[in-house]
């Protein structure tokens, strides 16, 4: 049977056009409105060093009961972070300090901390970590080996201990061995050293000096400003100090004159040298004014003058120094 063709046209209308609830509902979110996403947590990356102590044979080492300064970066960089810095000494978590990470180059986060050696021993390492946030995943540093040492050195000492203080007083530009034994050479050193630093005449390595030399502290200021080869006498502090591109290459104990017999004050040069002894017992001397000499003499007592004038060396400095100086080299002598 055939259809009228009105019938056909409804027919098509009714398809075309039928309701959507026949098909089942759909709903368009509104025109402009936000998608919801969750952001990716930022891996982590971390690296520490140490910045404090002295160095032997690639090792730092640090003091027992003092402090190790330990820096640090994260990699990216997220706002409001934090990272662990641990201590460990044989496995056992010795300290643990938590600091924030700020903003730094290149993307990358920086810290810092200051944390208390509870141990001597050469085992000791520091690390850093990350714990897992809502903004950056869990990350940890390699662990970095560091020693630590009990400051207090004497006669007859030896070990990495009276090396460090050696290396320590080196550095500084003191006359010292470094074979790690205690000796008259070490002893002389540390006089030097408190002498220079107004601590009291005596030849003891205590916590103050290890303190100031693990801080790399406590070098022989010059006082001329020269920045050519020149020698400086200190008679308030009783050293005598070869003087080297501006700064104190080797400084030495030395007794000066007497009250009864003063040392000449100024600025003189060097004019005569004589090596080995003379009658007067002076052992290679350099004279720079009259009769006065820097030389080598049996008695140099440590906290008093005692000279005729002359600027007295222990024995054992005297070649050295009478090497080191030149004919018309300048020597400053002052209080």
Known sequence: MRLPLAAIGALVALVLFASPAAAGPVTLPPAGSPTTTVAAKKDAHLRVWIVSGLEDGGKLWQLQDGKVSVRGNIRPYVKHQTVLVVIRNAGHRLVAYRVPVKKGKHGKGRFSASLAVKASGDALRVFAKHEESDKQKHGQS????????????????SGEAVRLLQLGLLDQGYSTPVGGYWDD?????????????????????DRDVFRRLFHHDGAFRLRSGSPATHVEADLSRQVLVLARDGRAWRTFTISSGKPSTPTVRGNFSFYRKSPGYNSHGMYYSSYFFGGYAVHGYADVPATYPASHGCLRTPIPDAHFIYDQISIGEPIYVYS
């Open 185 to 205: 050479g070490t002893a002389r050193a540390v006089l030097a050293f408190r002498k220079v630093n107004w601590l009291s005449r005596e030849s003891k390595a």
């Open 142 to 157: 390699k662990k970095v080996r560091f020693g630590a040492i009990y400051p207090s050195v004497g006669g007859g000492s």
